[in-house]
């Protein structure tokens, strides 16, 4: 199981729409225009098919952040979505993610940190936002193996990425 955390509005149920999209169109063609979600309140799992694996992910809604911790056990990997368009949230998702890494249940799980929204011309480059993050201090103080990406869910920038890294973890275990 991979858990998809990350503050409202940044991007996760546009993500795996995205994913399942792809799926069915083979990752051949143009994704377009992105389809419409709604804020998650609650849960959405989503099964992933990777190269080798079917991996369930369930997104937890940025509104449910603090119930998060209750999904914590039997949950190998956690993708931490950013908005990186979004300089009012920074602080707050970094606090988050700090929060995250140092649950317990977590401590052996492998992290993904993805800034997402890279398609926006206001959005920060990664270089940006690691250093507002202090991303290099967060990676060698954590216990738990992290990667970062950028990411646009919306023109599928980056995805196969995402899928790689997906892959890669799940046939690691
Ligand atoms: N421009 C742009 N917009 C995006 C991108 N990803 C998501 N969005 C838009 O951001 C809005 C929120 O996206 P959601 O996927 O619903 O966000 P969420 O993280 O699932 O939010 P919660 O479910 O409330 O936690 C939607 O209007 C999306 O179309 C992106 O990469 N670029
Ligand atoms: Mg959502």
């Not at 990350?6 to 149920?13: D, E, I, L, Q, R």
Request: glycine content about 6%; overall charge neutral.
């Amino acid at each position: 199981m991979c858990l998809l955390l990350g503050a409202t509005g940044v991007g996760k149920t546009l993500l795996l729409k995205r994913r399942l999209q792809i799926s069915l169109r083979d990752g051949t063609t143009e994704l377009g225009e992105p389809p419409v979600t709604l804020p998650t309140v609650g849960t959405n799992l989503t099964d992933l098919t990777l190269k080798k694996k079917v991996v369930t992910v369930r997104e937890l809604g940025g509104c449910m952040g603090p119930i998060w911790p209750s999904y914590y056990k039997d949950c190998s990997s956690v993708i931490f979505m950013v908005d990186s368009a979004n300089v009012t949230q920074i602080s707050s998702s970094c606090i988050q993610l700090l929060s995250v890494l140092s649950a317990e249940h977590l401590h052996t799980a492998s992290v993904l940190v993805i800034f997402n929204k890279r398609d926006l011309p206001c959005t920060m480059s990664l270089i940006e936002m690691k250093s507002l993050f202090r991303m290099d201090d967060i990676i060698n103080s954590a216990p738990q193996p992290i990667s970062t990406l950028e990411l646009s869910a919306r023109s599928g920038q980056g995805l196969q990425d995402v899928l790689d890294w997906l892959d890669s973890t799940f046939t690691d275990r």
